[in-house]
């Protein structure tokens, strides 16, 4: 994500929102961690999925998170409900019963087999 991005946002703007909106903490009671900004300059949805089998815990909730989906969104009104929606949809998918079985696969292919079902 960060080579199709990088020309048009700069890593030290993409580091710099995400901190920002990091205040706000975005770590959900599953345990799913949700980082995400947006950007004018972006015309579609960037994420990566983060597994971490063995966790960490999340200083500011004590919640221990295994998976994590750094979010880009475009900051322009016509995503505004999608860029929700996205969230919303994160969300729900991202339960415990999820989250654990990708904490045990080794393969990255496995793991996108896994969150899309295909």
Do not use: C, W
Request: proline share 7%; net charge positive.
């Amino acid at each position: 994500m960060l080579a199709r991005v990088s020309g048009v946002i700069s890593r030290k703007a993409l580091f710099d929102r995400v901190a920002e909106v990091e205040k706000l903490n975005q770590v959900l009671e599953s345990g799913f961690y949700i980082p995400h900004a947006k950007f004018p300059e972006l015309d579609a949805f960037y994420g990566v999925l983060g597994v971490v089998p063995q966790g960490f815990t999340d200083p500011a909730t004590g919640l221990k998170v295994k998976a994590l989906i750094l979010l880009l969104s475009p900051h322009k009104p016509a995503f505004f409900q999608r860029h929700l929606n996205m969230l919303s949809l994160l969300s729900q998918t991202f339960q415990p019963e999820l989250i654990e079985k990708l904490a045990v696969l080794k393969d990255p292919a496995a793991a996108a087999a896994l969150v899309t079902g295909k």
